[in-house]
Each structure stands twice: as C-alpha cells, then as structure tokens.
C-alpha cells in the first residue's frame, strides 16, 4: 500500500506494464501497429479485451483515436493473432464524441476457410450510474466451434416471465435497446445519447490472459506467486488453525504489511478478528514517497498513473490462502468470510488445469433467516447452508464486458440503505489490479431475508454462484454452474457465431438461460444472432436482458425485479408479480458433489482422511436420527444424564449438608457417600455403548487428520439433528403457549393440563440438545468412574487411560474442553485435571498460561466477543447457548510470550448469568455466584460483559462479579478486571460518559459495601478501591453493535471488531508492562490445583471461610518457614547484642549508665538495620516466590509480626540492660563497702610485714601463717556488716493472699492457722468434698438420672474428684514452673512474686470449664495457700542465696588465701608476676570464660536443634506436630493423649524440653553434644584472649597489675565481663611489673584455666538437663516461642492455633480434631460426638456450654457468639478430612473417652479402625513430610 507523504492513500490506476505515454496525443496514431493475420487455413484472430473500467462522470471526452498500437503478427499457416487489450479506462461521461473511426481500429482478418475471430473481453468495470453510452458496432465476430457443446443433463423450460410479449421472433431494436420487459408506467425511458465505442488502442497486455495456458506455465505462476508471497507451494505443510491463532507481538501490532510475505498474515489475522474491511486493504507494498516523484516533461502528469508492480489483488490473495491453508482452516475462513459478508469461494482452481468444489470447507457455514411465508407466525430456520436446498442462479461472461458484473451482482443483493460488496470489483481497493491465479475461481454468496416485506429484496433464500474470468476458456467452472443452477446468466458484450453456438451449448446443461447484452449500443451481428437463438429455441425473448441505455442502479433493478420473479416464494403472492409456472426449488450444495465429479471438478471431500471420517461417524448419527435425540441421551450415553444428576447433587449436599435432620454429621455423610457408590457402581456395571465405544476408538486410535475429520463429521451431523429436533419442539412449545394465551383469564386458570405439557416440552428441549460437548463430556465421565476404581480390566483401563492424552491433543489443536458441566453445574475434577496434566506434559511443566474468561448476561455475545477477540469456535449457534464453561488454548510465541511470563492464552468461555431456564429455580442466585466466583478465580483477566446501561440485568451482574472479586481478595487472587459495554454506538461514547462512569464507580462502591457485608467482610471492603485496582477511564470500554444492518444479510460491523482489537492490544500491553512478579501467572499443574480447591470451596455457602487450597497451604508454609527464620534471626541478633552490652556494662569503670546510653544508640541501629533486612527479605520472597501472590493477604500480618518480634526485643533489650546497669550499682555498692574493709586489711598486713621485717628474724610459712590468721581474724572482729534488708516472705503471702481475695479473708486466716499449708515441694492436691461443686446444663430429673446412671455403670472413672484432681494437678505444674522461672533469674526476692503467681491461679479457674462442675471459693482458698505456701519456702532460699552472692564480708572473707600468698611472697621478696598472673587467670579469667560460654551456649544449642533436627521437626509448627504425633503413637497411652488434648501447651513444653536435653546429650564422638557445643565456643574465647595478651604486650613494658588487667578489660570488654571485684587480691601493692613477663606467664596458665573448664564442661554429661536450667538463655523456651505459635486454642476441639506469626488477624488450623475428644456430646443421646469442627461448622447442626448460657447457637454463628469465637477462622467444609492419626486415636479409646467424660461412647464408625500404614499414609500427605526422616 502507497502512501504519500501526508500518509494519504494514493490510489494507483493504469495497466500493469504499460507505459504512462500511452495516450500523449489524440491525433490520428500511425497504422503499423494494425494486427493483420493472414493465414492459408485455419487461420485464428482472437480480440482480447479485459478489465476494461470505467471511473466517473465528467472526463474528458476522446476525439480520436489512433490505430497505431495494433501489434502485427503475421504467420503462414495455422496462424493465430491476440489483440489482448485490458484495463481499458472510460473517465466519464461528458468527454468529446469521436467523430470519425479510423479504419485502422478495424481488425481485419483474411483466411482462406474456417476462420475464426473473438473477442475476449474480461472485467470490465464501471463505477457510478451514469456511465457514457457507446455507438457504432465492433468487427463481426467468427463462430465458435461445434466441438464446444456441452453435453445436456436435461431440459427445462425457461419461466414465461412476460405473457404480454410479441410472441414474433425478429426483435425491434426497440425493444433489444431497452430489454425483455417494456417500460411500466411511471418509468421515465432511457436517455438517449451518443457515445463512440471504446478505444481498443488504449488496451495493452495484463499479466493474466484469458487465453488458457499450458499446465506446466500456469502450474509454475501459480507456485511463484505464492512463493512471493511467502507460502511456498501447495505440497509443502499445510497452513492450519493453530498456526493462524497464535498470538505474538506482530498480531497485536496488526501493521499494514511492507513485504509481500506479509500479506497473508495480515488478511488472515484480520479476518480471524472479523474484520469486514480485511479484504478492502490496499495491498499495494510501492515504497513510500515513490508516488509523485516522476519527473515528468509538459503535460505528462496528466497520464493516468501506472499500477505499482508489487500490487495484488484481494482474490489472489484469497486464492493462495485457501490453496496453502488445510481443510479445517479453510472451514473457519469460510464462516469468518460469512460473517463479514464476503462471497465465498466454490470452485477453487488448483493451479493446475482442474479446480476443487469446496464442499467441506463450507459446511461450518450456518445461517438463520426468516421467509416471507414464516413472517406472521414470527418463525425462523436454521440450517447448514450445505444442506439446505436454496435456488441457485449463477453468472458468468463471455469475452469482456462493458459493465462490471460483480458490481451489478452487489446493486442488485443491496439495498441503497445496506449496500455491501458481496463480490471483489474493480471499484474496490486494488481490485483493478490485473489478477494473477485467481481466474477460474467460482465464488458464492446467499441472499437470506428477514421476514420483512419492507426490507426484504427476496421473499426467499437464494444462492448466487459467480465464475470470475472468460466462461470460454473455464469450461469445467461453467459446465458445472450450468448443470448447478436454477438459472444462468451469461453476460456478453456482443454475441457472434462463436458466442452464438457456445450459448447453444449452455442451453442443453442449464435449466433457465438468461443472456445478458452488457453493452450500451448492440451491433447488428449482435441482434442477427440474438434473433437466431430465439428463434432457435436457444433462449427466450423473454430471457434476453439488454442493458441499453440503463446506468448500474437501473439494470441492478431489472436483474432484481427477473430474480424476484424466479425465485419461488411459496404461498405468498409476490404484488404485481406472475408467479411462475413451474417454481424451481433449487439444489443442494452437498447434491451438488455428483455433478462436479461428472464434469470432472474435484471434490474436497472426497480427500481419504475426510471419507474415512464421515464413515466412521454416519453409523452414530444414524442411531440418533433413528432414536432420536432423548432416546439416544437415554440410552447410549448413560454416564451422564440422571445419574450424574443425581451424583453431582449428592456431591454438593455432602458439603452443605441442608437434608441431615436429625442424623450426626459423620453419619449422615457416610450414607451420601454410600449412595454415591451405589450409583457409581451402577454405571460401571451398565457399561459402555456400542456407539460411545465407537467414538472412543475414533478418538483414541487415530490421529491427526483423520480424528479432526471425525469430530467434524460428529459436530456437524450433532448440531443438525439437534436443530431440527430442537426447532420441531420450539415451534410446537410456541403454538401450545399461544393457544393457552387466547382464552379468558378464567379459562386459562384451568388450562392445568397445557401447562403440564408446557412443562414436559421445556424438559424435553433441554433434553434434545446434542453436540459434540456431550460426547466429550461422557468420556469424561467414564475416565472418572472407571479411574475411581483399582478392579476395572486392564483391556478397559488400557482404553480410557488413553483419553486424558487424545483430549489433550485436541486442546493443543484449538478444541475448546469443557470445563464445568452445565446441565448439572459441576466439574468432573479427575478428568479435567488428567487432560490437563497431559496438556502441560506436552508443553512442557514450566510453561504458564495467561487465563481469560468473560462474565455476563446470557445471550449477550460473550461467545462472540471471545470469537472475534482471539478468532476462537466458541459455539454461537446450533441454537443452543452456552451452558457451563468451555476453555481454549492459543499458543503465544515470540517476544510477546516473554513479556507476558506464558505460552499459552486460556480463554475461558462462560454460561450466560441471569439464565431464563433457571430463572423460576431457587437455587439460581447462588448458581450465579458460583459460576462467577470460579470464572474470576481462575482468571487473570476478567471481562465483565454489559450489553444494557444502567439496566437492571448489568447490575445483577455487577452484584455478581463483585461477590466474586471479593472472594477472590480474600483467597490471595487478584484478577484484573474490565467492563465492556456493548451496543454504544457513538463515536463520544468514551469521553462522553465521564458522568456514566462516575454513577457506575459509585454503584460498584454501593455493591461492594452490600457484598462485604453478606460476606460479613464489611470491615475491609466499603468501596470497590479495596477490593481491585481500578482505573474508571482504563477499565470501560465501550464497544459498537455487532451488525452493521439488519440480519441476516448484515455483515459485522467494522467498528465492532476495531475496538474489541484494541481491547484485546490494550489487555495484553497492560498486562506485559506490569512487573513480572506483580501477577506470577501458572503453571498448567498450579491452574489445576487452583481449580480444585476453587471448586471445592465454591460448593459451600459462605466461600471466603470454606477456601483451602494446596497451594495456598504450601506458601503459606514457605512464608511461615521464612518468618521463622527471620524470627530466629533477630532474637539471635538482640541475644548477641545483649551479651556484649552487659558485658561493657559490667566493665564499665564509672557512670554504668552513659555507657548504656551509648549502647541504647547502638540498640536502635541495630534493631532498625535488622528490622530492615528481615522486612527486605520478607518482600524479596513475595517477589520472587512463584505462589507468593496466593498469600499476599497474609503480607500484611508478617510485617506487623515482624514489628512485635522488634518491639519485644527492644523491651527484652531494655530490661537487661536495666538489669546490667543496676547489677554494676549493686556491685558497686558491695564494692565500695568491700574497698574498706579490703583497704583496712591491706593496711593491716602492711603493719604485719613492717612488723615482721623490724624483727629481723627468718619466719618460715607456719609463722608467717599463724601470724597472718591472727591478724585477719582481729581484723574482721572490728569490720561491721553493711545494711542487708531481709523481707519477710511470709508475711508477704499473707497480705498478698488476703488482697486477693478480700471478701474470703477470714477463710484465708482459719487455713493459714493450720500447720499443714506449708510444703517444700509442689505435690499432689487432694481434692475435698468442699472443692467442687456439681453441676448440669440440663437440670431436670431425667439428666441427674442420666448421671447417676453413668456413675453406676462407670464407679470409678466417673469420679469428679479425680478429675478435679487432674486440673488442679495441671495447674500445679505450671505454678511450679513459674515459680521455677523466678527462681532461676537470680536476683534477690520481690513481694509482686506473689502478685504474679495469683494472677495466674485466678486465671486458670476461671477459665475452667466443665459441664459437670466447678470449682468452689473454698478450692480458691486452698490452692492459692497450698500453691503460695510452696512457692514461699523456694523464694526465701533465693533470698537467702542472694544475701549471701551480696555480703562483702563473705567476698572478703574467700579472698583470704589471696591475701595470705601476696602478704607470704612481699615479705619473702618473690617475684610476684607469676603468681599474680596465676590468681588472675583462676579467680577472674576462669569463671568469666564460664560465665562467658554459657551465655552462648543456649541460642547454639537452638541453632543447632533448628537446622540438624530430623525431619524438620524444630523448624516448622506442622513438622513439630508430626513429631508430637509419631511421640504419641509409640507410647500409645490413653493419659497421654488426654493430657495432649487438654494441656496441649504443657505437653508440648515438656516433651521439646525432652527433646532438648535428648539432643544435648546425645553423644557425638566422645562427647554429649552439649559438651561439644560448650567446648567449641570456649576455643573461640581462649582466642579471643590471646589475641588481646598479645596486643597488650606490645603496648607497653613495664606498668603497674592493676594497667594491665586494665588494658585486657578493654580489649576483652564486649566479649567477657571481668569484675573490678575478684581484683582486689592481684593487684595487692600494685608493684610495677614486667607487661612481657606478666602476659608470658597468663599465657601459660590460659592453659591450665582451658584444661580446668574444660574439665567441668565434660562434668556437665553427669546432668545435661540440670546444665541446661542453669543456662540464662533457655533453649527450650526460645524453640517454643517459635513453634508454638500465639497459643490459642480452639474453643471446640482444642487444638492450637497453627499460625505461628505473632501477629495475625485471625486464628486457625488446617486440621481439627473430633470435638468428642474434648468432651462435646449430643444433648438427647449423650454419645460422643464424631464430627470435627469444618464438619460441624458447615451443618445446621447446634450448640451449648457456658459461654451461650445453657442456650444452643448455630455452629454457623459461632462468630457471632464473641471475640473468643470471633477470632477464629474455622473453615466450613465436609470435606476436610479428620487427621487418620485422631480417626485412630477415638476409635481405639471411645470407651476410655466416654468415661473420662462421664457420657456415652460414639457410636463406632469402621472405617476409623485404621492400620499404622493407612495412618502413615494421611500423616505424609496432609502434612506433606516423609516420616523416616524423622526417624
């Protein structure tokens, strides 16, 4: 296509290869260019005169015209001259007369006998109404040969279209001028004007001859031409669907083509979308800028411009496409063609010498009219224009034709209102362009009324055949038209001898001959002959048509008017119009097969594959055209029907559970189970049809080809029985309904029995639809029934193990699957997912699919919209609209599918919301939803179908998709969606509707606040913001009409499939410029479980709390894994940075709390740098985690998760540096007392050495001794204690305990004034008679009956005391370990000890919760002193251990023996360095490496436990379930399992305590592990050591001690806490020492101190468990903060919550357990309930205990009932199974249960008696673990 540089079309005109020059003078031209042949004999002269056009009115008119381009050839014998003369241009009507002819025009020809002349004229074209009239005559023409004749087929009269004609046969030229029929009245006569005849002159040779040549040349152009085109040749692989329906980057483009390889994917991508105007391109690829830049000399821009060289014509375009494309393509080329109009092609030629009648190709062509005779009853019919039997009229020409026959075919099918170009003609974009292959094709196209006299042209339905090129030279085309048709019309110029004989020839084929003189002014040869053939019987005076002096608009009238009157219009009597004697109904395309293969016209159907196909699908056809539809359903398809009804019905109740009565949950679902057994037994023992076997071998055992030409043959003979089947019913429905519409009111109220046959003819068409989606349905069904089954023969299971992959395969071929069954409203899930599992292992695993689905009002064209979208098959017809949902692959290649992360577009097409047939069903509302929520669920983008503004239908289903996306919200799926508005028509309707879309967003806003709140969401959701991101002008489009006209005979509409391609170009641009990780597409295997658990979840009532996915289930699991890390991470980070900070603390000279200061600084940072590194990890998993986005609701919680974790450490932080900063206070204080009492010493012995030395005597070390032990003791004896304030921890109970419980003060006095309330130990509680008090909701007689009743069967169980005796024992423990706690901290006593403590008790009794009893204020009184008594004696041992750790006197005191040594090696001048040396390193260095390697060894020992604990079991809450389960089952102990299920935290704290003490101890190498661990970090720290000897060495040489130690505290001051008071003995004297010496000889005793702990670290495996109480970072409790999670129980079952961050908005679990084992029991029966909570949850079924006051609540509710039930997200689900392990566990101790709680067992239930394999089995699947790695 040409474009000038202001990007206009500049359309090209002239003859391809003729010069521009052709016409520079109107001069008389010279006469050698005259063509004279002269030959002896048999000498041929043949005028070819082609495409001759004419383009307007008011051109200039030619005066002369010169002879001088005749080409001269002259041959002696047998000679044959051409004069082919094409494109030959008339510019107007005003132009100047030729006056004169010059004899050189006349083509002469001499011969000595049978001399032949003709004049071929081919195309020629006008383009308006009033065209200039040409007089004179040409040349008489020779005869054509009598060999020529066609053989006749039979006779026919031609119709007596005029009984008031002259009945004499010599014409008047009169009456030859204006036609057969005279002028009526009111018709103005022709004008009468002059014209000269065309110049031949002006005529060149076109690239396509009308003279037939050879095969091998004709064969090689054609094979050339597509070639050129880029198709290579016809025997190379055919062009198939699939390849036209991938989408890439240039599809999306959809630029006009620049190489001739372009082309055809430009006109097949535009067709495919429905583009009327894909055949109206320019395909003309003329560089750009070429137009206009000849240089030309004067006058030379007046020549008419040439046709660019690489310009085509549309239907060689066509042409080449059908002769490449495969036969299923050409099929949907055809009904794509059909759509917008265009004539299709019949009789394609191959490129050879023959041609193929395409009668597959157009059998997808199906079409609805109404005649004129169904217009009062307002019926209609459908049908396969195939086989429907239509009047056939076929035209062709012969020689060339001064009008444009094509034209006047399209004037005369249009209307002036509705005018289309059925037919390619000149007057088109490059339809002047001279055509290459394309002659000889014979195109179709059908007339179809609509019913309307007004409108309609035709009361009936008409064929129009038209052979394209010179009828002469395609003999084999026009024998077959003629044969074909009801009537013939053969356009022809001038009619010589030749024409004369070949329509003589014509006559004994065709049934009615109708001549058509094409030329304004006839000849006189014209009229001899025309008379002759009259009068010969050849033709009819009343068949001859004469243009004359008519323009195109009058003769397309009179062409008109004569069809109108051939074709038959039944009873209907057409005004003013005879009907015809002898109506000709006409023939059937498909009887039409027999007459090509007569006159030797190929028949594609004939093709091996094709018949094969149709032979094996006749014998099923045949049995449902004998049977009948419903028959058949019944009886061949049994899989399906009533049974699957009934098995899908029972399949939704066993989720929602609305028919249980009074029946138990379990019990109940067991009977539906049963039953669904029972019927699936049932089908497989019926088996399978003779004909579903058939079918099944069909698929299964071919391929390719010939199971594609199968199903073909299946739909098209399906959807034909169904529509006369369905067409025969509706109109019986119709009359019935209207028949009972005619009485009175009175009588029509009686009418029950029409009624009662309305309604079984409204189930009998539901019935009667039968399409190839029934067939494929009913292997589905078998693959899911045999596959359910382990029994079925291997024969049988051979077979439909092999369906999943040949379904697959027809997926990949462009197939549509259904997805969910629409006559049952379900999905058979092992099916869908088998074929889909073949899909993705044909495509490969990784790749991903970018899903669409449309949603909206039933007959809307959402089908449509996805056919012209992406050029799908989604059925539109057959009379049946969609039921259920259908999906279809499209292959994405290229660029595109990287930018879009898939390969594959889904597309998946929706039943129609807002069905009529189900609109009276109760049920519909919900079935709307359903549908929707699993249409948006699955999809990435949704389009939201609205074909009424502001209707009520659009908010309906507004309401719809906006339940649907906030479900999907919720679920973690975030769809993008867009509103399509259809039928806005204006060009404004975008920018005009600002106000449409602001009342629309305010809708959406009202919708999502109403759906919130059904959805009990109206929390999150109050506008539709919350739930998607939504662009008000992005997200609305507004989209034309589908028609442009009236149908039928309206093609669709341009602008329609304009802006649905801009839609679909805007989706995926969108979609590609997203970030990839913003919208992770998936993976055939993810789009398949997400289906699934879509499914599962869309079958209960309330969705949002019924979800669960595998998916979701296993990134959550990732993400909490994550978070635990991370958790982990920081707690270790703070627990690091607390060390160093108490250690600089504690070696802080002075001011203890400016260092803390700094260090708090430092804390900030730190926490801030980590809170930041976990948040940034925890967003670079959402980015590059592939189910990230499943979970991103949850985003939010771990965020603020991590938030708490940084608060809890930084208060944790606090506090211990609190604690630090008042330790170094304390320590101050005790050193600044011990400073004087030392300073008092010191002076001392200095006194005893001067003392000694003025003695002058040698004292050995006995008297050195005893005079320093007298000394000592005399210094003491004068030393007085410091203050040391001692709490009276009695006392303090006391008062704690009456503060308590002031109202039972004086029980508190009476029991304190017993001597029995203190004990050492926490120890059994005996419960009395006093402690409890009995209890029953039910408090008639019958259940205190009922009680004592149990009581004697049950004496010893049914004690209350003992288990009031069980909770107080409980209770014990976790007082114990709390107290535990306080006394492990090492500090001194505080009295709120006490405070804490009864807090917890109080607590604990409330909560308390037993049918049974409760616990009275005198048990309070009793625990709390017996708990408090016990606790006393512990905190006054803590206080006592303390007072002594902080008298300085007792500090003094062990440094005695230090003093001793400095005061022994002073007086006997020893060098003091290496025992210095030696003190320090054992009284200081020793304890604080010890001190130092236990502050690190509990989180290593966390590390390790996390990392190395098999299975996982110490990393993930679920894996640590599993071990607590695997715990459980090998010691397999009823108390066991009770104490689980009631103090679950208890139990799981002491065996991970277990756990950990096992694993320190266990031994690796020689060694416990605790050892190993302890050892490793003390390697690390005697490193740490010698490295900071050795830089104080070099610091300086000779210093004082108290410098040194001075200078390692620095060094070693973040990393070991060596206090100022163990220093005091060293640094005695505080001699200048050696700093070499010194360090040399602490180097040598770090030895000795490494051997020494060493040694006591090896000592630990005497007592792992008591080594690990003693660590102050206790490894069992910072494992359990992260394992256990918040530690919520269920308020039913008991069971924790699984949720393992710290902050979550709701609680939850995967798996809860039966409620019976907590002790939940039916109030009438008094048996243990089996059900677990999801069951319970999702029944009817009610509730009571002390938290709804005796009264029963509905499970349902059980949000309702308050924020401990709020909290918590129990799913409704039946489905969810009860863990194997628990099935076991209440199977084997029901009676044991039942006791414990003093109520009834369960009834038994089998199948829960399970063996340890089948509880293996469940544990590794719903846990998805590998128990031997546990092991």
């Known amino acids: 296509m040409n474009e000038d540089p202001e990007g206009e079309s500049i359309k090209s005109r002239g003859t391809a290869g003729e010069n521009a020059d052709d016409a520079k003078t109107e001069d008389a031209m010279s006469p050698n260019k005259i063509t004279a042949s002269v030959t002896s004999d048999n ?135 204006s036609g057969s029929r005279k002028a009526r009245p009111g018709e103005h006569p022709q004008r009468q004007s002059s014209f000269p005849e065309a110049d031949t002159s002006a005529e060149s040779d076109p690239p396509s001859s009308s003279a037939p040549p050879e095969t091998g040349a004709k064969q090689s152009r054609v094979e050339d031409f597509l070639t050129e085109l880029g198709l290579k040749t016809p025997e190379s692989e055919k062009l198939s669907l699939s390849n036209v329906l991938n989408l890439s980057a240039k599809v999306l483009q959809n630029k006009v083509p620049r190489l001739p390889r372009d082309i055809p994917n430009y006109f097949l991508w535009n067709l495919m979308i429905v583009n009327s105007k894909s055949r109206n ?54 009904l794509k063609m059909s759509l917008c109009q265009f004539a299709l092609p019949l009789l394609l030629p191959d490129g050879k010498e023959g041609c193929t009648f395409l009668l597959w190709a157009l059998r997808s062509v199906v079409k609805k009219w109404r005649p004129l005779s169904l217009q009062a009853s307002a019926g209609f019919k459908e049908a396969n224009m195939v086989t429907e039997r239509v009047p056939t009229f076929s035209f062709l020409r012969l020689g060339t034709c001064s009008i444009s026959k094509s034209k006047i075919l399209n004037d005369a099918l249009s209307t002036v209102e509705q005018h289309h170009d059925f037919f390619v003609h000149s007057g088109m974009e490059c339809g002047n362009v001279p055509r290459k292959i394309s002659d000889g094709l014979a195109e179709l196209c059908w007339y179809l009324p609509s019913g309307s006299a007004d409108l309609d042209l035709f009361p009936e339905p008409m064929a129009i055949f038209n052979l394209r090129g010179d009828g002469r030279t395609f003999r084999g085309q026009a024998q077959f038209l003629a044969k074909a048709s009801s009537a013939l019309f053969v356009f022809v110029d001038n009619v010589d001898g030749g024409v004369s004989s070949y329509l003589s020839s014509l006559v004994e084929s065709a049934q009615n001959l109708f001549v058509i003189l094409s030329r304004k002014d006839l ?70 097969a027999a007459i090509a293969r007569r006159v030797g016209v190929k028949v594609d159907e004939d093709e091996e594959q094709c018949s094969l196909g149709r032979s094996k699908s006749e014998g099923i056809l045949r049995s449902i055209k004998t049977e009948g539809i419903e028959s058949f359903k019944k009886a061949r398809m049994t899989f399906q029907g009533d049974t699957w009804q009934k098995i899908s019905q029972l399949e939704k109740e066993e989720c929602r559970l609305k028919k249980r009565g009074q029946m138990s949950v379990n019990q109940y679902i067991n009977q539906l189970r049963k039953s669904h057994k029972v019927l699936c037994n049932a089908q497989r023992r019926e088996g399978l049809s003779a004909d579903v076997k058939v079918f099944i071998e069909a698929l299964t055992g071919w391929e390719g080809g010939k199971r594609k030409h199968f199903l073909q043959w299946m739909k098209f003979g399906l959807d034909s029985s169904s529509r006369e089947t369905l067409s025969v019913l509706r109109e019986r429905y119709k009359a019935l309904y209207e028949s009972s519409q005619e009485g009175t009111t009175e009588e029509r109220e009686t009418l029950a029995e029409v009624w009662r046959q309305l309604q079984r003819l409204d189930r009998q068409i539901t019935a009667s639809s039968l399409g190839l989606e029934h067939f494929m349905r009913e292997i589905g069904l078998i693959y899911e029934r045999f596959t359910e089954k382990d029994d079925v023969g291997k024969e049988e299971m051979s077979v439909v193990y092999r369906l999943p992959s040949a379904a697959a395969d027809l997926m990949l071929d462009g197939f549509p699957l259904e997805l969910i069954d629409g ?158 508005h259809q039928n806005v028509s204006d060009v404004s309707a975008h920018d005009q509707n600002i106000r449409g879309r602001k009342r629309l967003l305010e809708q959406l806003d009202t919708m999502t606040w109403a759906a919130a709140k059904m959805e009990k969401q109206e929390r999150r959701f109050t506008k539709f913001a919350d739930v998607l991101e939504y662009d008000a002008k992005l997200n609305n489009w507004y989209i034309p009409g589908l028609w442009h006209g009236n149908p039928p005979m309206a093609a669709v509409n341009t602008g329609y499939s304009q802006k649905v391609f801009e839609l679909r170009r805007t989706l995926f641009k969108c979609f590609s410029s997203q970030p990839p990780k913003k919208h992770k597409l998936s993976t055939v295997s993810e789009f398949v479980t997400w289906t699934q658990a879509l499914w599962k979840a869309v079958k209960y009532e309330n969705f949002i709390f019924s979800f669960r996915n595998s998916l979701v289930a296993e990134a ?22 607390v060390e160093m900070a108490e250690n600089k603390i504690a070696n802080a000279k002075d001011d203890p709390e400016r260092v803390a200061g700094l260090l708090k600084r430092d804390q900030e940072q730190l926490l801030e740098k980590s809170k930041q590194r976990a948040l940034q990890e925890l967003e670079d998993y959402f980015c590059n985690s592939n189910n990230a986005h499943l979970i991103e609701k949850y985003r939010a919680d771990f965020v603020s998760s991590i938030d708490s974790v940084i608060i809890e450490r930084t208060m944790y932080a606090d506090i211990k540096s609190n604690e630090a900063v008042q330790r170094w206070r304390n320590l101050q204080k005790m050193n600044e007392i011990k400073a004087s009492y030392q300073s008092q010493i010191e002076g001392q012995v200095n006194k005893l050495l001067q003392k000694c030395r003025q003695e002058k005597r040698s004292m050995d070390d006995d008297e050195l001794r005893k005079e320093f032990e007298v000394m000592w003791e005399k210094t003491l004896s004068t030393l007085q204690r410091g203050p040391n304030v ?162 300085a006197l007792e500090l003094l005191n062990k440094e005695k023996m230090n003093y001793y040594n400095s005061f022994r090696n002073i007086y006997q001048e020893k060098d003091q360095t290496k025992q210095r040396a030696e003190l320090f390193c054992k009284s200081c260095l020793e304890p604080a490496l010890m001190n130092a390697v236990i502050k690190k060894l509990g989180p290593e020992i966390v590390d390790r436990m996390r990392y190395y604990g098999k299975g996982g079991k ?21 108390d066991n399992y009770h104490r689980f299920i009631q103090r679950t935290v208890s139990y799981e704290k002491t065996w991970l305590r277990r756990q950990v003490t096992e694993l320190c101890a266990a031994t690796s190498g020689e060694q416990p592990l605790l050892c190993s661990l302890a050892l490793d970090i003390l390697k690390t720290f005697i490193k740490l050591i010698k490295a900071a000897i050795k830089n104080v060495t070099s610091q300086a040489k000779e210093v004082a001690v108290s410098r040194v130690i001075q200078m390692l505290k620095e060094k070693l001051g973040s990393e070991i806490q060596i206090p100022d008071i163990q220093l005091a003995a060293i640094t005695f004297g505080d001699a200048k020492i050696n700093v070499e010496h010194f360090t040399q000889e602490v180097t040598s005793f770090i030895c000795e101190v490494e051997d020494c702990l060493v040694r006591q670290i090896n000592g630990w495996a005497n007592d792992v468990d008591a080594t690990i109480k003693t660590l102050p970072v206790d490894p069992t409790k910072e494992l359990y903060v992260m394992l256990s999670g918040c530690g919520t129980r269920c308020p039913f079952c ?138």
Not at 1515 to 1533: G, I, P, S, T, Y
Request: glycine share 6%.
């Open 1116 to 1137: 959550y699991k990732e993400l909490s894994i994550k978070y635990t890390d991370l958790e982990w991470q920081l707690r270790k980070d703070i627990h690091t940075f």
């Open 523 to 592: 000849t006189d040869e014209t009229r001899s002959q025309v008379r002759e053939l009259i009068s010969s019987s050849v033709v009819r005076k009343e068949c001859v048509l004469v243009l004359g002096k008519k323009n195109d608009a009058e003769f397309a009238r009179l062409l008109r008017t004569v069809l109108k009157e051939i074709v038959p219009s039944g009873n209907h009597q057409v005004e003013e119009l005879p009907t015809p004697p002898s109506q000709t109904t006409g023939k059937r395309l498909e009887d039409m």
């Open 43 to 177: 000498t041929e002269m043949e005028g070819n005169k082609e495409n001759v056009e004419e383009h307007g009115d008011n051109q200039p008119e030619m005066e002369a015209t010169s002879p001088s381009k005749r080409t001269a050839s002259v041959t002696p014998d047998n000679t044959e001259t051409e004069g082919n003369n094409e494109n030959v241009e008339e510019h107007g009507d005003n132009q100047p007369e030729m006056e004169v002819m010059s004899l050189n025009k006349i083509t002469a020809s001499v011969t000595s006998d049978n001399t032949e002349m003709e004049g071929n004229n081919e195309n020629v074209e006008e383009h308006g109404d009033n065209q200039p009239e040409m007089e004179g005559s040409l040349p008489k023409e020779p005869t054509v040969r009598a060999s020529d004749v066609f053989g006749a087929e039979g006779e026919v009269n031609p119709p007596e279209l005029q009984k008031h004609e002259q009945s004499d046969v010599s014409l008047t030229d009169s009456e030859l001028g």
């Open 281 to 334: 391109f320019k395909y003309s690829l003329a560089e750009e800028g070429q137009v206009g830049k000849r240089e030309t000399g004067d006058l030379e821009f007046l020549q008419p411009e040439e046709i660019p060289a690489n310009s085509y014509h549309p239907l060689d375009i066509m042409m080449a496409i059908f002769l490449r494309a495969d036969t299923f393509l050409q099929q949907e080329l055809m």
């Open 1514 to 1534: 110490f990393k993930f809450r679920k894996n640590f379930q599993v071990a607590l389960m695997l715990h459980l089952k090998e010691e397999d102990n009823f």
């Open 823 to 980: 006559d049952v409203s379900n999905i058979p899930l092992r099916w869908v997912t088998a074929v889909l599992k073949a899909v993705e292992a044909k495509i490969g695993r990784e790749t991903r699919v970018f899903v669409l689905t449309v949603l909206g009002v039933q007959s809307t064209g959402k089908s449509t919209l996805l056919n012209t979208m992406f050029g799908l098959q989604f059925a539109v017809s057959s009379g049946r609209c969609t039921r259920g949902a259908f999906m279809q692959l499209i292959p994405v290649t290229g660029q595109l599918g990287a930018e879009l992360g898939c390969g594959y577009v889904m597309v998946i097409d929706t039943e129609g919301l807002k069905a009529p047939e189900l609109s009276g069903v109760d049920e519909s509302h919900e079935h709307d939803n359903e549908l929707a929520t699993l249409a948006i669920g699955l999809s990435d983008v949704t389009l939201v179908n609205l074909a009424m503004e502001n209707s009520a239908e659009m908010k309906d289903v507004l309401q719809i998709a906006v339940h649907a996306f906030i479900r999907m919200k919720e679920v973690g799926k975030r769809p993008a969606c867009y509103f399509v």
């Open 1286 to 1447: 001692v709490s009276d921890v009695v006392s303090d109970m006391e008062t704690k305990l009456i503060q308590n419980m002031p109202a039972h003060s004086h029980l508190i006095n009476e029991t304190l004034a017993g001597k029995d309330w203190f004990q050492t130990e926490f120890g059994a509680f005996r419960i009395g008679k006093d402690h409890i008090d009995r209890k029953t909701v039910d408090d008639s007689p019958q259940a205190f009956a009922f009680v004592r009743l149990l009581r004697g069967i049950f004496p010893k169980k049914c004690n209350i005391s003992q288990r009031a005796e069980e909770w107080a024992m409980w209770w014990l423990e976790e007082c114990s370990e709390f107290v535990g706690d306080m006394v492990q901290r090492r500090q001194d006593y505080d009295s709120t000890y006490f405070q804490e403590l009864l807090r917890t008790v109080d607590e604990k009794i409330r909560k308390h919760n037993d049918e049974e009893f409760s616990f009275t204020v005198r048990f309070k009184v009793d625990f709390s002193i017996h708990v408090c008594g016990v606790a006393s004696g512990k905190f006054e041992a803590m206080q006592d251990k303390f007072r002594k750790r902080s008298d």
């Open 1694 to 1831: 008991g069971v924790l919550c699984d949720c393992t961050n710290a902050k979550h908005s709701q609680h939850s679990v995967e798996y809860h357990r039966p409620q019976g084992l907590t002790g939940y029991h039916s109030s009438k029966s008094r048996k243990l309930v089996t059900e677990n909570c999801t069951t319970l949850v999702a029944s009817d079924t009610k509730f009571r205990n002390q938290d709804t006051k005796g009264e029963f609540w509905p499970y349902k509710d059980y949000r309702n009932l308050g924020t401990k039930y709020s909290c918590w997200n129990i799913i409704a689900d039946t489905t969810i199974k009860t863990s194997a392990f628990w099935k076991w566990v209440f199977h084997t101790y029901n009676q044991q249960f039942a006791q414990k709680y003093t109520v009834l067992p369960a009834d038994p239930i089998s199948g829960w008696n399970l063996s340890w394999g089948e509880i293996r089995e469940d544990i590794e699947n719903s846990y998805n673990v590998r128990i031997d790695e546990f092991y």
